[in-house]
């Protein structure tokens, strides 16, 4: 059951492991001018790779998610380069960029945004829906089984816990089989046990379902579950750590903190 896209099919997930599924080159981002300008974003490169956890660090105002929402095309560029895969999105006009986002990319915010009225697996397939696909069956009750969500499907929003709308949440982000998927601070409505679990979940989805996850947070313990954390400060990438430990993690972020107040 294919249809025709206006782009190429994205791989099955897992089939490019390591290839590189979003791209920053040189990118630049300006809100306003004369007096109001803020370089938010200054000639940011960066890579995040297939089937790679990447988490987004940094002081408040240093750009994290300018960069979010530019590498998801949910915002201009001002110069430079932004891809999701080979495709460069400044080239794109307003159609072609929803029809990327919808196929292409999935997201995960603070708020659930699940609709009340449906049930969780009638809100995980709902953007397919949208779309016109049929759900992947086989695909759906990998996800749904990976974020234990087995015995809940028949459930309204309502009858769900934080933790588990968000899980519902991060299953409908999947539901596409996206290359990528971008968080933002998916944990912030959750408790600190459930967002260990959701975290759990998603470290999970891009282990064993091999998905491509950049999630952006202010804390060093959900950072811990990435693969790696990209460090931003005033709109610059100025470190990385792979296989982070959180007290690793806040120690890198208290230096920061402690250089950009003598600065
Ligand atoms: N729409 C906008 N108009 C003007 N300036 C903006 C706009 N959006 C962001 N900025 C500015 O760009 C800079 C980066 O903002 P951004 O929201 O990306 O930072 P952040 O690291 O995500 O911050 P926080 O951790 O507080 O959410 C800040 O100085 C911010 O004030």
Known sequence: MSRATAFPAPPAPGGAVGTVAARATALSKVYGHGETRVAALDAVDVEFRRAEFTAIMGPSGSGKSTLMHCMAGLDSISSGSARIGEVELATLDDRRLTRLRRDRIGFVFQA???????????????PLAIAGRRPDAEWVERIVATLGLSG???????QLSGGQQQRVAVARALAAKPEIIFADEPTGNLDSRSGAELLGFLHESVRALEQTVVMVTHDPV????????????????????????AGAVLDRMKAFEATGRTN
């Open 112 to 126: 659930f945004n699940l609709l009340p009225t449906l049930t969780a697996l009638e809100n995980i397939t709902l």
């Open 152 to 158: 809940r499907l028949a459930h309204r929003p309502s």
């Open 222 to 245: 959900a950072a811990s579950y990435a693969d790696r954390v990209v460090f931003l400060a005033d709109g610059r990438i100025v470190d990385e750590m792979h296989e982070p430990d």
